[in-house]
């Protein structure tokens, strides 16, 4: 009996322990799985390696759209049914506007997103320039940013004055001509003390503070006037405080800014990585970072709003260990917002955003969808890299974590496809892959080099049922509806229309997917 009984407490003792084992097997289980990856970081990426195929044609052809919009006497003009045009732009204000690059597929110089386009462009230059470089893309690059910051340099004829627009876009819309053609009047509209723009004044500060790092080695004297405008602009922007929306109320239909906040923020982040000056990223990181940056609520990246990008940039700062950044609690705020981005855009998060087409594009409006979804994986890229090079080993998400090559997967998804691995299987990059736009809603494009137009003769070829006969190549246009959709017409404008910055964010893009390498710690070294 007591034999009997001694060996059941044995066996139940026995019992009692398997249990354990297997309840603590299931939570060791339960945790790794939710964590999915091992904590070891993945190796640092060396100097550019392999080159993938498709991301350096597509790259190759995206750069073209450039040389596609830029305005004023060509030099080493590659595009054969384009030539000089607007060459007396600014000469009312006696000055010299006639460079630049035209919007979109008119011929407006809006201030506003030609600026972010060239912001985009020199960060794109400064993280990936080795990776474009292996594709001889980084020279080209660096023409077209300069086409665009000499115009920019020329608009600030003095501290507290920008010129924000070349022609009236009331009446500009009227005509269907080719640029070379244009005989209208052109006005020029500024902001200044009286009519302030601080939204556009700080996105022409970054534009300047950001070009100027690019050329910091290659031309020291451009680069020091660079600096000289941005730092001026960003001083005037931040004094004359107030939207170039309500100064001038005709962009309300064009670009209108929803606000300047998230330009301040942006512009004094370039201008830290530019100058080093402490007082700037005090700027970011105090007050003012409390006002704009709207501090662990992500946003979409784009023309009218910088602040994930300025999350981003400033989070490269961690990252790497800046000098002013050990214990400053502002730009954890930063990096913890610039997460939250992340998390939303990665699909199996639990904080992934559901606003996607069933193909797993972000779409986020029906007017030129592709720019959300483009630029928000050009920043995924980025913070990819960041921390693969800074061997962070996992981004975590709600308790789950991902790696950095999950953020690479969705990069790549997003610009896959852009260029053809979507349902209707169509390359939204014109001129790339075998089928894509051919309609596109661009007038140079779609008038022959020989028809001469006056500003409505030119009408007949929007009409026509013809094919563009000049090939807008390296034009991204807006892109698919909701439902993945796309109508290819010439009138469907809102979404057969490419522009300079969605080319900004797409180059952006395939230049970091072109190969891989580690990424630059400092922009200044």
């Known amino acids: 009996m007591g034999e009997k009984s001694k060996s059941k407490g044995c066996f139940g003792w026995f019992l009692v322990i398997v249990l354990l084992a297997l309840v603590v097997g299931a939570i060791v289980y339960t945790i ?41 006497k060509l030099v080493n003009n590659k595009i054969s049914w384009r030539g000089d045009s607007a060459l007396k732009d600014g000469s009312e204000a006696r000055l010299d506007l006639s460079k630049g690059m035209y919007d979109a597929g008119d011929h407006m110089k809006f201030g506003f997103p030609m600026a972010f386009t060239a912001t985009v462009l020199s960060w794109t230059i400064l993280e990936y320039g080795d990776q474009m470089e292996v594709i001889d893309q980084l020279k080209p690059a660096q023409d077209s940013l300069k086409w665009i910051t000499d115009y920019l340099i020329n608009a600030h004829p003095s501290a507290n004055v920008l010129y924000v627009q070349v022609g009236d876009p009331d009446k500009d819309h009227k005509c269907w001509e080719r640029p070379e053609s244009m005989t209208e009047e052109r006005p020029v509209t500024q902001v200044n003390t009286s009519s302030p723009g601080s939204d556009v004044a700080a996105e022409t500060a970054a534009a300047m503070a950001s070009a100027s790092l690019v050329f910091k080695k290659s031309d020291s004297t451009y680069s020091s006037t ?21 100064s001038i109320p005709q962009v309300q239909n064009y670009y209108n800014s929803t606000g300047y906040g998230d ?18 990223l005090q700027y970011v990181t105090g007050q003012n970072g409390k006002d704009f940056a709207n501090w662990g609520s992500p946003t979409w990246f784009s023309w009218d709003n910088k602040l994930a990008g300025a999350q981003v940039l400033l989070s490269r700062l961690s990252f790497f260990h800046a000098k002013d950044s050990s214990d400053n609690s502002g730009l954890q705020m930063y990096r913890k917002t610039a997460e939250a981005v992340m998390c939303g855009l990665l ?49 975590t998400c709600s308790g789950h974590s991902f790696k950095p090559s999950d953020l690479r997967d969705f990069a790549r998804d997003q610009a896959d496809y852009v260029l ?95 190969t891989t390498s580690s990424a630059v710690q400092s922009f200044t070294t």
């Not at 392999?50 to 044609?57: I, W």
């Not at 201008?271 to 000056?277: C, F, I, N, R, V």
């Not at 140079?444 to 013809?466: M, N, Y």
Request: charged share 15%; proline share 7%; with cysteine.
């Open 226 to 246: 660079l600096l000289r405008h941005a730092k001026e602009l960003f001083t005037f922007a931040d004094k004359y405080r107030g939207s170039y929306s309500d």
């Open 420 to 514: 053809g691995d979507n349902p209707i299987k169509m390359s939204f990059l014109v001129g790339y892959g075998k089928k894509f736009p051919e309609y596109v809603h661009h007038r140079g494009a779609s008038i022959p080099v020989d028809a001469t137009t006056g500003c409505t003769g030119g009408f007949q070829w929007l009409e026509s049922t013809k094919p563009n006969p000049n090939v807008a190549v390296g034009g991204l246009v807006g892109g698919p509806f909701l439902n993945e959709t796309y109508i290819d017409s010439r009138n469907n404008s809102m979404q057969a229309e490419p522009s300079t910055y969605n080319s900004a964010v797409i180059v952006g893009l395939l230049s970091s997917l072109v």
């Open 347 to 395: 699909p199996k998060s639990p904080t992934a955003t559901t606003d996607r087409t069933d193909g797993g594009l972000i779409w986020i409006s029906q007017w030129n969808s592709l720019q959300h979804p483009v630029a928000s994986a050009f920043l995924a890229a980025l913070y990819s890299d960041y921390m693969l090079t800074s061997q962070t080993a996992e981004l």
């Open 32 to 72: 790794k799985k939710k964590t999915s990856h091992s904590s070891k970081p993945a190796p640092v990426p060396g100097p550019p390696g392999a080159v993938e195929k498709k991301y350096a044609e597509a790259l190759q052809t995206a750069m073209q759209f450039f040389d596609v919009q830029k305005s004023g």
């Open 263 to 280: 330009e301040l923020l942006w512009a004094a982040s370039w201008l830290y990585h530019a100058t080093g000056d402490k007082s700037y």
